[in-house]
Nanobody
Framework: QLQASGGGLVQPGGSLKLSCAAS????????IGWWRQAPGKSREGVSC????????FYADSVKGRFTISRDSVKNTVYLQMDSLKPEDTAVYYC??????????????WGQGTQVTVSS
């Protein structure tokens, strides 16, 4: 099970940190990723971290601004979002990959958290 949190309203240029708390499995066994979906747009993969935690991936649209990390003790994955832009506005979902590497195939996902970037 996955529980995403940390969304909210932030001004352009601001920061937010999303959390994805995992239960029922160990982060070491699966890659965890984030995707987002804005109204009227298709789902977009944002970032992923492998089960080993040593490899990360980012969409070009967020590279250099977002950072994915994890805390194995807390069994939680984080998405630090800096220099936020209005086009980052979306519902953000975390998902458990089917594998320990980032295949993009979701084995499960949690409820989303709304991120709104607006002045």
């Amino acid at each position: 099970q996955l529980q995403a949190s940390g969304g909210g309203l932030v001004q352009p240029g601001g920061s937010l940190k999303l959390s994805c708390a995992a239960s029922g499995f160990a982060l070491d066994d699966y890659a965890i990723g984030w995707w987002r979906q804005a109204p009227g747009k298709s789902r977009e993969g944002v970032s992923c971290i492998t089960g080993s935690g040593d490899t990360t991936f980012y969409a070009d649209s967020v590279k250099g601004r977002f950072t994915i990390s994890r805390d194995s003790v807390k069994n939680t994955v984080y998405l630090q979002m800096d220099s936020l832009k209005p086009e980052d506005t979306a519902v953000y979902y975390c998902f458990k990959d089917l594998y320990a590497y980032c295949s993009g195939d979701p084995g499960g996902w949690g409820q989303g958290t709304q991120v709104t970037v607006s002045s």
